[in-house]
């Protein structure tokens, strides 16, 4: 979230699709080139230096983020164009017996 465009809204989205939850986060954010798309969940990764000087950070987050959603049976990606960002986490949904 530190990424959005100052003053513009942060759109989260969930919806059940089949057996998992579907969470997005998306915003309208400065692009993410395609190539740092499948870097963005390493330790330390930052798509470029600069911005851990103008918002600090470590480039631990989605890390994080990644691990959790991992801890719980789903997986996380990123899709990024000139419009927008998109995190979409997918988790399975807990069977329950009546």
């Known amino acids: ?18 057996s998992e939850a579907v969470v997005s986060v998306i915003n309208n954010g400065k692009m993410i080139p395609k190539e740092s798309l499948d ?3 390493n330790r330390f990764y930052r798509v470029e230096a600069s911005r851990s000087q103008q918002t600090g950070g470590t480039g631990l ?5 990644q691990s959790i959603v ?7 990606y990123a899709e990024s164009n000139d419009k927008e960002t998109k995190f979409v986490m997918h988790l399975p949904l807990k069977q329950t017996s009546c």
């Open 70 to 76: 991992s801890l719980h049976g789903g997986y996380i």
């Open 39 to 41: 870097e963005l969940f």
């Open 61 to 65: 987050g989605l890390a994080i983020a």
């Open 1 to 18: 979230l530190k990424y959005g465009k100052d003053g513009n809204l942060i759109r989260i989205e969930a919806d059940k699709v089949g």
